[in-house]
């Protein structure tokens, strides 16, 4: 029996109860730190998040007021979206379901993966930590900054907030008064030209413990093995809920060799609206890594103080460095705390 990966929006519509009682074990509202029903998979951050990069990608955030989310297919670690795939595999191997239903099962899970579940997802990876010397030392160790990023920008996007403004409006009879009127989107996609598109937003921490990994999929598994045998006759709508929702999980898992990251990642998926097809040549662009070609979309942020502070790499200390952040801090339209990383440098 083949368990067929339908849309996700109209699996999930009358088939809640199964779903609920998953989502609501302990294991996983840990991991979604309870905030699900509030925002679909939606951890806010705890505190600031900080975006590493170069000198030259920090002024065009800074002077753009923009970040950069990859296409997932194209992350520098190809590995990141396989370690878990892999790892869930291994669980589905290891489960007491009945040998048939394993397979169909694998077959469903490479069938999404091959039809491209993941490659339609942007990345925006950032970091818990201020101050993590494995992220200067990848992200360059003579020209690297950081840029402080307020977790009201994640609520803003998730829940597409606008930005209020006041307007002096006058009455027919010459009266005027200040009032309040919407002007634009917190966060918004930058395209080029009109374009209908529906997105939406994943956003948490990445989890890099594998013994809570593999919880998470046993777990779901389990589920998957109730619902076979509640449902004998017909599961695989059911069974479809808590694939897509493995989908949902996957691309927040990380080996954890990488741990010292800490990282925080956002995913914005972009589809098309109305059976149009996405146009994606109105809204994807183009950057140069090594050579290739990277796909991206840019985020504009309409709020200058979603940034409040720039950090220089222990290896990035000359008087110009300074200079060039005091310049940029006293034009920039909201305060920039101007900060240096306090790990010792040797050279």
Not at 27 to 32: A, D, P, T
Not at 275 to 300: C, D, E, H, S, W
């Amino acid at each position: 029996m083949l368990y067929r990966i339908n849309s996700l929006r109209e699996i999930r519509r009358g088939y809640v109860f199964n779903y609920k009682d998953f989502m609501e074990k302990k294991e996983i509202k840990e991991f979604w730190d309870c905030s699900l029903f509030k925002n679909s998979f939606l951890c806010l951050p705890k505190g600031n998040l900080y975006h590493y990069t170069s000198a030259n990608a920090l002024s065009s955030i800074i002077q753009n007021q923009e970040l950069w989310t990859t296409k997932s297919n194209f992350m520098n670690d190809t590995s990141e979206i396989q370690y878990a795939c892999e790892l869930f595999l291994k669980r589905l191997e290891c489960s007491k379901l009945r040998e048939e239903d394993k397979q169909s099962i694998k077959k469903c899970f490479e069938e999404g993966k091959s039809e491209g579940i993941f490659d339609s997802m942007y990345v925006l990876c950032l970091s818990a930590n201020p101050d993590s010397l494995p992220m200067w030392s990848y992200y360059g160790t003579n020209d690297g900054y950081n840029i402080g990023i307020s977790p009201q920008f994640v609520n803003d996007f998730a829940n597409t907030n606008f930005i209020m403004n006041k307007a002096l409006i006058t009455d027919d009879k010459g009266n005027a008064k200040w009032v309040e009127s919407i002007n634009s989107k917190c966060v918004s996609v930058d395209t080029n030209g009109d374009v209908s598109y529906g997105s939406g937003i994943k956003a948490n921490y990445v989890l890099y413990d594998e013994t809570k990994q593999v919880k998470i999929f046993d777990l779901l598994l389990e589920e998957i093995g109730n619902i076979i045998l509640e449902n004998s006759h017909n599961p695989s709508i059911q069974i479809n809920i808590m694939l897509n929702t493995l989908f949902d999980f996957i691309p927040f898992m990380k080996d954890y060799s990488y741990h010292n990251e800490e990282e925080y990642r956002v995913l914005v998926k972009l589809e098309g609206t109305g059976g149009n097809q996405l146009m994606l040549n109105k809204i994807q662009k183009y950057r140069v890594f090594k050579g290739a070609l990277i796909p991206y979309i840019t985020l504009v942020l309409n709020k200058p103080n979603y940034f409040n502070s720039i950090m220089a790499s222990p290896f990035n200390r000359s008087e110009l460095v300074l200079l060039g952040m005091q310049d940029v801090i006293s034009t920039y339209p909201s305060q920039l705390d101007l900060l240096y990383s306090k790990i010792p440098s040797r050279f």
